[in-house]
């Protein structure tokens, strides 16, 4: 044997075990892809019955939302409602019960002071009140 068919052996060997890993190679590819296929096909055939139930989903949400948005409408109409009639009320009644009430306050001080000793009265100068002095305080009043 020359070294040209020696060089030519190895060279047919070389591109023998070459083109052998490129088939396996293939091969595997082939089975990937063919994987991948299914995969995709798989995950369409799962999606679409999801995307419609999301679908449904969403739009029973937004159902959901405007009922919510209406009884939050009534609610604040009740609320202003119950505000107009608590100002109407207080309005209303307000003034003439604390007339009464500085009425009735009046005279219950005018009757207690008629039965009261003339040096635990207080003393009115102008619109201030003079306290009374120290030891007279708490007297009579159950404080002790």
Do not use: H
């Amino acid at each position: 044997m020359s070294g040209g068919e020696v060089a030519g052996i190895l060279v047919a060997v070389f591109w023998a075990i070459l083109v052998a890993f490129l088939a396996v190679v293939l091969v595997r590819l082939a089975q990937v892809l063919r994987a991948a296929t299914r995969l995709v096909a798989d995950v369409t055939e799962q999606a679409v019955p999801l995307l419609g139930e999301a679908s449904r989903t969403v739009r029973s949400a937004q159902t959901q939302l405007d009922k919510v948005d209406a009884i939050a409408a009534d609610v604040q109409e009740v609320t202003s409602n119950a505000s107009a009639l608590s100002s109407t009320v207080a309005t209303t009644f307000g003034g003439p019960l604390v007339k009464v009430a500085a009425f009735g306050y009046g005279v219950r001080r005018a009757i207690g002071r008629k039965g009261a000793p003339q040096g635990q009265r207080r003393t009115v100068i102008g619109s201030r009140t003079v306290p009374r002095a120290r030891r007279g305080r708490g007297e009579g009043r159950g404080k002790g």
